[in-house]
C-alpha cells in the first residue's frame, strides 16, 4: 500500500490554464506539507496542514490555494499558471508537526508551456 | 547565505568506501533530518535527530549541537547508495518549517 499518493505523476499545461495536484496520505498523520523543487533541486515548504488546519504558509502567490477537506488529503489547486511554476511539486506528512519524519509521495512534474 | 550549508556539493567514491557528508547550520534547531532522493525522484527520510548519534544499518547520523554541525556517514558504499543526500533543520523559534541544504550529490562507482 502506498503510504503518500499523489497524483497526477507528470502535469503539462499551457501558460494561463488552472490545474489542481492531488495528495492523499493512509498512514494516520496529522500534519500534511506541500513542498516545491526547483530545477536546482532546493526544496522548500509552501503550505502545511495540521488536521485540517493551515499552520505555515510561506510566501507563495495566491494562485496557490491548498485545500484539505480532512487530515488525510491536502490538494494543491494552482490558478493562472505561469511558467515560473514549473517545479516538482512534494507531498508530504508526518505524524507530529516538527517533531516526527516525513514520508513523501513520489512527487508532480509540473510543466508550463 | 543559506541557513543550511551542505558540503560537498558533489562526492564521486568507488564502491566500498567509507562516505562522510556534512551539514552546517547558522540558527538554533530542535531538530535535524537526513532526507535521501533517489535519481528517480522519490525523497525518504533517513534520519530525524536532535542530539548524539543513530544507526541504520550502513547508515550513521551524528550532531554535535553546540557546533552546530551534524554528518551522514555510510560505511562499505555501495552503487545503489548514490543518490542526492539532503540536510534539513527545524528552528527552535518560530513556525514549523523546515529549511533545506541544498543537497550532496553522491556517486558510487562500481
Known amino acids: 500500500d502506498t503510504a503518500v499518493s499523489q497524483t497526477p505523476k507528470y502535469l503539462v499545461t499551457q501558460m494561463g490554464n488552472d490545474k489542481s495536484i492531488k495528495c492523499e496520505q493512509n498512514?494516520?498523520?496529522?500534519?500534511m506539507y506541500w513542498y516545491k523543487q526547483d530545477s536546482k533541486k532546493f526544496l522548500k515548504i509552501m503550505f502545511s496542514y495540521n488536521n485540517k488546519e493551515l499552520i505555515i504558509n510561506e510566501t507563495v502567490p495566491n494562485r496557490f490555494s491548498p485545500k484539505s477537506p480532512d487530515k488525510a488529503h491536502l490538494n494543491l489547486h494552482i490558478n493562472s499558471l505561469e511558467l515560473g511554476d514549473s517545479a516538482v511539486y512534494f507531498c508530504?506528512?508526518?505524524?507530529?508537526?516538527?517533531?516526527?519524519?516525513?514520508?513523501f509521495g513520489n512527487g508532480t512534474r509540473l510543466t508550463v508551456t | 547565505k543559506n541557513e543550511v550549508e551542505q558540503s560537498p556539493q558533489n562526492l564521486t567514491a568507488q564502491e566500498g568506501e567509507f562516505i562522510t557528508i556534512n551539514c552546517s547550520y547558522s540558527v538554533g534547531i530542535s531538530a535535524l533530518h537526513w532526507l535521501q532522493q533517489h535519481p528517480g525522484g522519490g525523497i525518504v527520510s533517513l534520519f530525524m535527530?536532535?542530539?548524539g548519534k543513530k544507526k541504520h544499518g550502513r547508515l550513521i547520523a551524528t550532531i554535535n549541537i553546540q557546533e552546530k554541525h551534524s554528518s551522514l556517514h555510510i560505511t562499505a558504499s555501495h552503487p545503489r547508495d548514490s543518490a542526492v543526500y539532503i540536510c534539513?533543520?527545524?528552528?527552535?523559534?518560530?513556525?514549523?518549517?523546515?529549511?533545506f541544504g541544498t543537497g550532496t550529490r553522491l556517486t558510487i562507482i562500481p
Open positions: 535527530l536532535s542530539s
Open positions: 498512514l494516520g498523520h496529522d500534519t
Open positions: 534539513a533543520v527545524r528552528s527552535n523559534f518560530g513556525n514549523e518549517k523546515l529549511t
Open positions: 508530504a506528512s508526518s505524524l507530529v508537526t516538527g517533531f516526527s519524519p516525513l514520508h
